[in-house]
């Protein structure tokens, strides 16, 4: 295994061991969503970046902030990190920790709805390649 591959292997399974709580429990209802299509997996990577859960098929990418992420620094590099991610052609859903402990239903529905939307329009792609 090349030296870059293996470091990002190794890197990816870090992440996956130091998930925080709301990761964990929000990969617990992420990983059975019943959409065809549809599997997330954790910290793969994309490019340099392994974002916090990835489904490759309908091109979506969840992402669990912490309150590091509202540092002036940090969002910097999020946006770019974002715009890097939709560049290849990524839909990219942020959510707080705090909505993931407080508000749980809702953001299970907005990843279905964003799931639904990204088949749907990857769906449209497709067609009109055809």
């Given at each position: 295994?090349?030296k870059l591959?293996?470091?990002k ?10 998930m925080?709580?709301?990761e964990?429990l ?5 990983w059975r ?13 994309v490019?340099?970046?392994f974002?916090?859960?990835i ?5 979506l990418?969840?992402?669990?902030d912490?309150a590091?992420?509202?540092f002036d620094g940090q969002?910097?590099?999020d ?12 839909r990219?859903?942020?959510?707080w ?5 407080n508000?749980?239903d809702?953001?299970?529905?907005t990843i279905?709805?964003?799931?639904e939307e990204?088949?749907?329009h990857l ?5 009109e390649g055809?």
């Amino acid at each position: 295994m090349p030296k870059l591959d293996r470091f990002k292997l190794q890197s990816a399974q870090r992440l996956r061991a130091a998930m925080t709580d709301e990761e964990r429990l929000l990969w617990r209802h992420l990983w059975r969503i019943p959409v065809e299509g549809t599997h997330f997996r954790r910290q793969a990577s994309v490019g340099i970046y392994f974002p916090d859960f990835i489904s490759h098929r309908p091109k979506l990418i969840i992402e669990v902030d912490g309150a590091h992420h509202s540092f002036d620094g940090q969002q910097r590099h999020d946006e770019r990190r974002t715009k890097w991610l939709e560049s290849q052609g990524y839909r990219v859903v942020r959510f707080w920790n705090h909505e993931i402990k407080n508000e749980l239903d809702s953001v299970l529905d907005t990843i279905y709805a964003a799931v639904e939307e990204r088949k749907s329009h990857l769906g449209q792609q497709d067609a009109e390649g055809a």
